[in-house]
């Protein structure tokens, strides 16, 4: 069982920057891939970032890319997704996930943090 708890949400106007956390409990947290997942209101949720176990490889999903940098520090058992130059259409909420692999998700979620970007 993985318990995941995410951070760092909020109001931000458009060209503004936020950082998610999700920290990670339960397991071995080094030992499996992370990533982020977001759900507009009436859309699916979708693909945002993951990153490796170790960190070395990171995959974004074309909306994001340039802007978003997936982390994690297995010593804090945290993962991060710093958020550059957001826009209205990242309003979303944002998801942790672990146990996935190159875009796609594993078996467990956090509960969401909400991200809302004004014009």
């Known amino acids: 069982q993985v318990q995941l708890v995410e951070s760092g949400g909020g109001l931000v106007q458009a060209g503004g920057s936020l950082r998610l956390s999700c920290v990670a409990s339960g397991r071995t947290f080094s030992t499996y891939g992370m990533g982020w997942f977001r759900q507009a209101p009436g859309k699916e949720r979708e693909f945002v970032a993951t990153?490796?176990?170790?960190?070395?490889?990171?995959y974004y999903a074309d909306s994001v890319k340039g802007r978003f940098t997936i982390s994690r520090d297995n010593a804090k058992n945290t993962l991060y997704l710093q958020m550059n130059s957001l826009k209205p259409e990242d309003t979303a909420v944002y998801y942790c996930n672990a146990g996935g692999g190159v875009r796609v998700a594993g078996d467990w979620w956090g509960q969401g943090t909400q991200v809302t970007v004004s014009s």
């Open positions: 990153i490796s176990w170790n960190g070395n490889r990171t």
